[in-house]
Protein backbone atom coordinates (compact mmCIF):
# COMPACT_ATOMS: atom_id res chain seq x y z
CA UNK A 1 0.00 0.00 0.00
CA UNK A 2 1.38 3.08 -1.13
CA UNK A 3 1.99 5.98 1.44
CA UNK A 4 -0.91 8.43 -0.31
CA UNK A 5 -3.46 5.60 -0.06
CA UNK A 6 -2.91 5.38 3.61
CA UNK A 7 -3.19 9.22 4.65
CA UNK A 8 -6.07 8.69 2.50
CA UNK A 9 -7.81 6.06 4.45
CA UNK A 10 -6.93 7.98 7.91
CA UNK A 11 -8.92 11.02 5.93
CA UNK A 12 -11.93 9.60 4.98
CA UNK A 13 -11.68 7.77 8.81
CA UNK A 14 -10.81 11.12 10.94
CA UNK A 15 -12.32 13.84 8.73
CA UNK A 16 -15.29 12.92 6.86
CA UNK A 17 -16.28 9.50 8.57
CA UNK A 18 -16.23 10.93 12.07
CA UNK A 19 -18.40 13.71 10.98
CA UNK A 20 -20.59 12.31 10.19
CA UNK A 21 -20.89 11.63 6.33
CA UNK A 22 -22.32 7.85 5.74
CA UNK A 23 -22.90 7.57 2.00
CA UNK A 24 -20.83 4.57 1.39
CA UNK A 25 -20.26 5.05 -2.52
CA UNK A 26 -18.67 8.56 -1.78
CA UNK A 27 -16.49 6.75 1.43
CA UNK A 28 -15.54 4.87 -1.09
CA UNK A 29 -14.59 6.84 -3.38
CA UNK A 30 -12.73 9.29 -1.27
CA UNK A 31 -10.40 6.38 -0.93
CA UNK A 32 -9.58 6.12 -4.36
CA UNK A 33 -9.63 9.40 -5.55
CA UNK A 34 -5.29 10.60 -5.42
CA UNK A 35 -6.19 14.14 -4.15
CA UNK A 36 -2.20 14.76 -3.96
CA UNK A 37 -2.21 15.03 -8.04
CA UNK A 38 -4.44 17.77 -7.97
CA UNK A 39 -2.90 20.40 -5.76
CA UNK A 40 1.22 21.72 -6.65
CA UNK A 41 3.84 18.90 -6.38
CA UNK A 42 5.33 21.33 -3.50
CA UNK A 43 2.06 20.74 -1.54
CA UNK A 44 1.68 16.75 -2.38
CA UNK A 45 2.32 16.16 1.61
CA UNK A 46 -0.39 18.23 2.76
CA UNK A 47 -2.80 16.97 0.15
CA UNK A 48 -4.84 14.97 3.19
CA UNK A 49 -4.59 16.84 5.61
CA UNK A 50 -7.65 18.54 7.38
CA UNK A 51 -7.93 22.08 5.61
CA UNK A 52 -8.07 23.38 2.00
CA UNK A 53 -4.77 24.17 0.00
CA UNK A 54 -3.52 27.26 -2.50
CA UNK A 55 -3.76 26.33 -6.63
CA UNK A 56 -2.75 28.64 -9.05
CA UNK A 57 -4.62 31.93 -9.91
CA UNK A 58 -4.53 32.71 -5.94
CA UNK A 59 -7.73 29.96 -5.63
CA UNK A 60 -7.94 26.87 -3.46
CA UNK A 61 -8.96 23.26 -3.24
CA UNK A 62 -11.97 22.59 -1.36
CA UNK A 63 -11.08 20.73 2.49
CA UNK A 64 -11.49 17.61 2.01
CA UNK A 65 -14.66 17.28 4.84
CA UNK A 66 -16.51 20.21 2.48
CA UNK A 67 -16.27 18.12 -0.62
CA UNK A 68 -17.80 15.24 1.09
CA UNK A 69 -20.58 17.57 3.08
CA UNK A 70 -21.39 18.84 -0.34
CA UNK A 71 -21.65 16.20 -2.30
CA UNK A 72 -23.84 13.91 -0.32
CA UNK A 73 -26.00 17.03 -0.26
CA UNK A 74 -26.67 15.88 -4.15
CA UNK A 75 -27.86 12.18 -2.82
CA UNK A 76 -25.99 10.75 -6.37
CA UNK A 77 -27.08 7.29 -7.60
CA UNK A 78 -24.76 7.12 -10.45
CA UNK A 79 -27.65 7.98 -13.13
CA UNK A 80 -27.25 11.63 -12.85
CA UNK A 81 -26.27 14.99 -14.82
CA UNK A 82 -24.36 17.41 -12.80
CA UNK A 83 -23.67 20.84 -13.30
CA UNK A 84 -20.31 22.03 -11.29
CA UNK A 85 -19.66 25.53 -10.95
CA UNK A 86 -15.94 26.40 -9.94
CA UNK A 87 -13.47 23.45 -11.72
CA UNK A 88 -11.09 24.64 -10.15
CA UNK A 89 -8.54 21.63 -9.37
CA UNK A 90 -10.75 19.42 -10.91
CA UNK A 91 -11.08 17.33 -7.55
CA UNK A 92 -14.08 18.05 -6.77
CA UNK A 93 -14.97 17.27 -10.47
CA UNK A 94 -13.22 14.15 -10.09
CA UNK A 95 -15.36 12.84 -7.35
CA UNK A 96 -18.60 14.12 -8.63
CA UNK A 97 -17.61 11.92 -11.94
CA UNK A 98 -17.13 8.23 -10.12
CA UNK A 99 -20.33 8.83 -8.36
CA UNK A 100 -23.04 10.51 -11.02
CA UNK A 101 -23.73 9.59 -14.85
CA UNK A 102 -22.13 12.90 -16.51
CA UNK A 103 -20.43 15.87 -15.18
CA UNK A 104 -20.71 19.37 -16.61
CA UNK A 105 -18.27 21.72 -14.90
CA UNK A 106 -17.64 25.54 -15.83
CA UNK A 107 -14.75 27.29 -14.41
CA UNK A 108 -13.94 30.83 -15.48
CA UNK A 109 -10.07 30.79 -15.45
CA UNK A 110 -8.64 29.12 -18.57
CA UNK A 111 -5.97 28.07 -17.16
CA UNK A 112 -7.11 26.34 -14.26
CA UNK A 113 -9.67 24.96 -16.95
CA UNK A 114 -6.79 23.42 -18.80
CA UNK A 115 -5.03 22.02 -16.40
CA UNK A 116 -7.78 19.99 -14.46
CA UNK A 117 -9.14 18.62 -18.15
CA UNK A 118 -4.84 17.20 -18.75
CA UNK A 119 -5.23 15.75 -15.27
CA UNK A 120 -8.53 14.42 -15.69
CA UNK A 121 -8.31 13.10 -19.28
CA UNK A 122 -4.91 11.61 -17.63
CA UNK A 123 -6.85 9.93 -14.98
CA UNK A 124 -9.40 8.11 -17.25
CA UNK A 125 -12.63 10.58 -16.46
CA UNK A 126 -14.26 10.34 -19.81
CA UNK A 127 -17.49 11.24 -18.85
CA UNK A 128 -16.53 15.12 -17.67
CA UNK A 129 -17.11 18.30 -19.83
CA UNK A 130 -15.30 21.32 -18.70
CA UNK A 131 -16.00 24.86 -20.15
CA UNK A 132 -14.45 28.07 -19.66
CA UNK A 133 -16.85 30.66 -18.85
CA UNK A 134 -19.17 32.86 -16.17
CA UNK A 135 -20.75 29.48 -14.65
CA UNK A 136 -23.62 32.06 -12.96
CA UNK A 137 -25.31 32.17 -16.23
CA UNK A 138 -25.51 27.84 -16.02
CA UNK A 139 -24.99 25.81 -18.61
CA UNK A 140 -28.37 26.10 -20.74
CA UNK A 141 -27.78 23.08 -23.62
CA UNK A 142 -27.16 20.65 -21.52
CA UNK A 143 -29.86 21.17 -18.94
CA UNK A 144 -32.06 20.40 -17.17
CA UNK A 145 -29.76 18.83 -14.62
CA UNK A 146 -30.00 16.61 -11.14
CA UNK A 147 -27.74 18.35 -9.10
CA UNK A 148 -25.81 21.70 -9.49
CA UNK A 149 -22.73 21.80 -6.94
CA UNK A 150 -21.44 25.56 -6.78
CA UNK A 151 -17.77 25.72 -5.09
CA UNK A 152 -17.37 29.65 -4.97
CA UNK A 153 -19.37 31.87 -2.70
CA UNK A 154 -22.21 33.96 -4.09
CA UNK A 155 -23.75 37.07 -2.43
CA UNK A 156 -27.29 35.51 -3.12
CA UNK A 157 -28.62 32.28 -5.39
CA UNK A 158 -28.72 33.00 -8.99
CA UNK A 159 -31.97 31.98 -10.27
CA UNK A 160 -30.51 31.05 -13.87
CA UNK A 161 -29.29 27.73 -11.99
CA UNK A 162 -32.35 27.33 -10.05
CA UNK A 163 -34.59 27.03 -13.55
CA UNK A 164 -32.11 24.85 -14.95
CA UNK A 165 -32.49 21.95 -12.06
CA UNK A 166 -34.74 19.32 -12.59
CA UNK A 167 -38.08 19.05 -10.27
CA UNK A 168 -36.76 17.02 -7.66
CA UNK A 169 -33.11 18.29 -8.25
CA UNK A 170 -30.61 19.58 -5.60
CA UNK A 171 -28.63 22.09 -5.50
CA UNK A 172 -25.64 22.91 -3.15
CA UNK A 173 -24.07 26.63 -3.08
CA UNK A 174 -22.70 28.92 -0.20
CA UNK A 175 -24.36 31.84 0.00
CA UNK A 176 -23.67 35.13 1.87
CA UNK A 177 -21.10 37.39 2.90
CA UNK A 178 -17.59 38.07 0.82
CA UNK A 179 -15.65 36.21 3.72
CA UNK A 180 -17.86 33.91 5.18
CA UNK A 181 -20.83 31.96 3.84
CA UNK A 182 -23.65 29.05 4.59
CA UNK A 183 -23.82 26.24 2.57
CA UNK A 184 -27.13 26.13 1.49
CA UNK A 185 -28.75 23.08 -0.01
CA UNK A 186 -31.90 23.49 -2.06
CA UNK A 187 -34.60 21.07 -3.66
CA UNK A 188 -36.59 22.26 -5.94
CA UNK A 189 -40.45 20.79 -5.98
CA UNK A 190 -42.21 22.68 -8.29
CA UNK A 191 -42.51 24.33 -11.46
CA UNK A 192 -42.57 27.59 -9.40
CA UNK A 193 -38.70 28.64 -8.66
CA UNK A 194 -40.54 30.42 -5.53
CA UNK A 195 -41.14 26.80 -4.14
CA UNK A 196 -37.84 25.23 -2.95
CA UNK A 197 -36.83 23.18 0.16
CA UNK A 198 -34.29 24.91 1.53
CA UNK A 199 -31.82 23.61 4.35
CA UNK A 200 -28.83 25.44 6.06
CA UNK A 201 -25.35 22.51 6.10
CA UNK A 202 -23.31 25.21 8.40
CA UNK A 203 -20.78 27.98 8.13
CA UNK A 204 -18.19 27.89 5.35
CA UNK A 205 -15.77 29.73 3.42
CA UNK A 206 -15.13 30.18 0.34
CA UNK A 207 -13.79 31.96 -2.96
CA UNK A 208 -15.56 34.77 -4.66
CA UNK A 209 -17.94 33.29 -7.49
CA UNK A 210 -17.43 36.07 -9.73
CA UNK A 211 -19.77 36.96 -12.59
CA UNK A 212 -23.03 38.32 -14.04
CA UNK A 213 -24.69 36.62 -10.66
CA UNK A 214 -22.31 36.77 -8.14
CA UNK A 215 -19.69 38.88 -6.83
CA UNK A 216 -17.92 41.69 -9.44
CA UNK A 217 -14.30 40.89 -10.24
N1 LIG B 1 -13.89 22.75 -6.56
C1 LIG B 1 -12.66 23.48 -6.72
C2 LIG B 1 -12.79 24.84 -6.07
C3 LIG B 1 -11.90 25.82 -6.65
S1 LIG B 1 -12.08 27.44 -5.94
C4 LIG B 1 -11.53 22.70 -6.07
O1 LIG B 1 -11.76 22.12 -5.01
O2 LIG B 1 -10.42 22.72 -6.59
C5 LIG B 1 -13.44 28.09 -6.83
C6 LIG B 1 -13.27 28.19 -8.32
O3 LIG B 1 -14.41 28.86 -8.84
C7 LIG B 1 -12.06 29.00 -8.76
O4 LIG B 1 -11.27 28.21 -9.61
C8 LIG B 1 -12.68 30.19 -9.51
O5 LIG B 1 -11.90 30.62 -10.61
C9 LIG B 1 -14.01 29.63 -9.96
N2 LIG B 1 -15.04 30.59 -10.25
C10 LIG B 1 -15.35 31.73 -9.57
N3 LIG B 1 -16.40 32.34 -10.15
C11 LIG B 1 -16.77 31.59 -11.22
C12 LIG B 1 -17.80 31.69 -12.23
N4 LIG B 1 -18.67 32.71 -12.27
N5 LIG B 1 -17.88 30.72 -13.17
C13 LIG B 1 -17.02 29.68 -13.16
N6 LIG B 1 -16.03 29.54 -12.25
C14 LIG B 1 -15.91 30.47 -11.29
Known sequence: MDRYKKQRLRMVEYQIKSRGIKDPRLLKVMETVPRHLFVDEALRDQAYNDNPL?????????QPYIVALMTEALELTGKERVLEIGTGSGYQTAILAELADRVFSIERIAALAGGARKL???LHYYNVAIRVGDGTYGWKEESPFDGIIVTAGAPSVPRTLLSQLTIGGKMVIPVGGRHSQSLIKLTRISEDLNEVKKEDLGGCRFVDLVGEYGWEY
Not at 54 to 62: A, F, L
Open 54 to 62: PIDERQTIS
Open 120 to 122: LDA
